[in-house]
């Protein structure tokens, strides 16, 4: 196996691993806001602090992620 | 389609449904046990025939393992090497009729949360408990909430790229089936003639292909992640 080619992978697994791992909060965030201002009757106070808390750590997973591999690369 | 998607309960145990992900899983099991059996038997010096096949695999997934972890990490190789060859022949089993057993959120999720429970397994016991979690609260601690929600979106970023690739191919050849069976008997022949050619390249591309691709992007995130938590 030449030498590039599990670093090939590698860079193909992380690809497709970034979007997922930005969108997951996100979505989770909405669901259990939303679940959570349904089981309490407020109105969407907890939906708007999950998505915020979501987002954040949306970039917070694709930060992290690229800068663990950009230190290990070097 | 009559009743879904889903797996098809073929008998219960106590009350407890066994599915067809469970019984495919068994055979799985059966066949790798069986060829991990005849395969080391009889080892030679000069390696012939299977022993050649099977060095090379195992020699494969060891400088694998070494090129993506380092070399310290070469104790995880019989780990990724078995999940590997699992998933490669879970994510086959669709060409030989069978269900595959990744084409269950169950299964995928079951070998997520063993990459999650080795991320921080291995991250506490390399780095120590107390400065393993108090990375939680890095840059600042307000960032804890982020910080947790960030580490539980990798299992479900793992297992559900994983089932979704592998059960979208499922109905989409389930449908494709389903389709040139009814245009058959619409046309009047009595032969399955259809079937039998038209889905070959989508065969490839959904069960070799990526089915494949897949269960090497498992094993690299797997791999990935565990040696991020350790360095």
């Not at chain 1, 970039?59 to 950009?70: E, S």
Request: aromatic share 12%; with cysteine.
């Amino acid at each position: 196996m030449s030498r590039d080619v599990p670093n090939i992978f590698k860079n193909l697994a992380l690809l497709t691993h970034i979007g997922m791992i930005m969108m997951i909060p996100i979505f989770g965030a909405v669901y259990l806001g939303s679940l959570v201002d349904e089981k309490l009757g407020t109105n969407h106070i907890f939906l708007i602090v999950f998505i915020i808390l979501g987002v954040g750590s949306g970039f917070l997973n694709v930060y992290k992620t690229i800068m663990k591999n950009i230190k290990k690369q070097k | 389609m009559e009743g879904g998607f889903g797996p098809k309960i073929v008998f219960e145990i106590a009350g407890i449904p066994i599915t067809e992900t469970v019984t495919n899983t068994w055979i799985i099991m059966a066949l790798l046990i069986l060829f991990s059996f005849v395969a080391t038997r009889k080892f030679e010096y000069m390696p012939r025939g299977l022993q050649n096949f099977v060095e090379l695999l195992v020699d494969g997934i060891y400088k694998l393992t070494a090129q993506t972890m380092g070399k310290d990490k070469i104790g995880f190789a019989p780990y990724i090497g078995t999940l590997l060859i699992y998933l490669v022949c879970a994510n086959l089993a669709g060409l030989f009729a069978l269900r595959p057993p990744t084409a269950d959120v169950n299964t995928t999720m079951g070998l997520a949360l063993i990459t999650f429970f080795m991320i921080h397994f291995f991250g506490m016991k390399k780095k120590g408990v107390g400065k393993y979690l108090k990375g939680f609260l890095d840059p600042i601690p307000i960032m804890l909430p982020m910080n947790i929600i960030s580490e539980l979106a990798t299992p479900i970023s793992l297992s559900f790229r994983l089932f979704g690739n592998i059960v979208g191919g499922l109905i989409i050849m389930s449908l494709l089936y389903g389709g040139l069976a009814g245009l058959g008997a619409k046309i009047g022949l009595s032969m399955p003639i259809f079937q039998a050619a038209i889905p070959v390249p989508l065969h490839l591309y959904f069960d070799v292909f990526a089915g494949v691709l897949q269960s090497f992007i498992f094993s690299m995130l797997t791999m990935v992640f565990v040696s991020m938590a350790m360095d």
